[in-house]
């Protein structure tokens, strides 16, 4: 199976994504890197809903960019903006950092993206920045690190 997709061909949905890495763990490897990150995605979304928070919007698009996940965490009354890393390692004695990968122009980024968001229908009273690590390893297993409140609102400019 090519990594390219042909245009006639349909994209595949996270469900699609995560059953068939389900059914043959190899198919992780035919997966483009757009795919690879709709199948972190999927699974920290349903990491984050195991733990009671609940999704309000995935890939929330304005025109500060895009947040991955927007969650609401009713324990502390917080609207979270989660970006997803996810990055696939093919052997188990190496390790790889995904949240590297959220920088300071990130940072700056989710932040003007919080402020939109702020500015829609719904009430915002507070607001935290997660960040969700995913590490995707031979055999379709995968290891997530939730960084609960990873940077503050006013990160370095």
Sequence with gaps: MSKKHRKDE?????????????????FLDALDA????????????????????DTLEQGYRCSEGEADLIMFDEGTDEVVLVEVKTRRCYSDRVSVFPEIAVDERKRCRY???A???????????????????????????????????????????
């Excluded at 059953?19 to 190899?26: G, S, V």
């Excluded at 972190?40 to 733990?51: H, K, V």
């Excluded at 829609?120 to 055999?139: E, K, M």
Aim: aromatic content about 10%.
């Design 111 to 113: 932040a003007r993206i």
């Design 34 to 53: 757009k795919e690879v990150g709709i199948l972190g995605e999927a699974l920290a979304r349903t990491y984050l809903e195991n733990r009671g928070l």
């Design 10 to 26: 349909p994209r595949r949905t996270p469900d699609d994504i995560v059953r068939a890495c389900m059914e043959d763990p190899e």
């Design 115 to 157: 402020a939109r968001y702020v500015l829609d229908p719904f009430p915002v009273f507070s607001i935290r920045f997660d960040v969700i690590a995913v590490t995707l390893r031979p055999g379709f297993s995968a290891s997530v690190e939730h960084l609960c409140g990873a940077y503050e609102w006013d990160s370095e400019r």
